[in-house]
């Protein structure tokens, strides 16, 4: 797995993504449940906590799940601390709202992920191809991007079928850029650059 899999993703990787996400949260009715999220191939975890960061800003109670096949890059997402270049890019007032700063002298200069940020965000280890997974949560939005290009067409029409599954009517699917399998899908229709609306009746 670690041999056929990139690990490559960033903070807001793909900002148009979360700009969609905060405006649809903005638009939610206010209700007494958190906003669900999944992101289901979250590698070392700057798209989870990139939503996370989203919620937060928002002023939305957020429950987000992140799964990824990797336990290394799990590991890593749990542990949330990330290269000082990588989160400068994130902005000043970002960095300093959801992260704490590590110096040279406590262990090497680093962010590290604040725990309001980290409490909101659940981790597991999850293969999306695992014929056995069986979908046990409903969610407002799931992030599946960079991922389904590893699979063949059957691997990725089974898994959207799952989505479907698990997304609330409504609800939106994110793909990554090159990915446009859920087009022609009778669950999802286009919604925006890389979203997909959940539609139709529960499949
Ligand atoms: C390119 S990264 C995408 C990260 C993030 N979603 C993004 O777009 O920035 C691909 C991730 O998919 C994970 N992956 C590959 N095959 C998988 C599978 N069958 N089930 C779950 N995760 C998988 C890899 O471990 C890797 O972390």
Same mark, same amino acid.
């Given at each position: 797995m670690n041999a056929l899999a990139t690990r490559v993703t960033g903070f807001f990787r793909e900002e148009h993504d979360f700009a969609q996400l905060t405006e649809r949260v903005r638009a939610m009715p206010r209700r007494a449940t958190p906003v669900k999220l999944w992101? +289901? %191939? +979250?590698?070392?975890g700057e798209e989870p906590y990139s939503a996370a960061m989203v919620l937060r800003e928002v002023g939305c109670a957020g429950e987000i799940l992140a799964t990824d096949a990797e336990p290394e890059a799990l590991a890593a997402a749990r542990r949330g601390i990330y290269a000082l270049e990588a989160a400068e890019k994130l902005g000043e007032e970002r960095l300093r709202r959801h992260f704490f700063m590590r110096g040279e002298?406590?262990?090497?200069?680093a962010a590290l992920v604040r725990t309001e940020l980290r409490a909101m965000v659940r981790f597991e280890q999850r293969n999306?191809? $695992?014929? $056995?997974w069986r979908p046990v949560e409903r969610f407002d939005f799931v992030f599946c991007r960079?991922?389904?290009?590893?699979?063949d067409r059957a691997g990725q029409r089974r898994l959207l079928d799952r989505l479907a599954a698990v997304i609330a009517p409504d609800g939106l699917l994110f793909l990554g850029h %090159?990915? %446009?399998?859920?087009?022609?899908?009778?669950?999802f229709v286009p919604c925006g650059k890389t979203a997909y609306l959940r539609c139709g009746p529960d499949p």
């Open positions: 992101s +289901c %191939a +979250c590698s070392t002298r406590e262990g090497g200069a999306l191809l $695992d014929p $056995d960079n991922v389904m290009i590893y699979f %090159a990915e %446009a399998s859920a087009l022609g899908h009778p669950s």
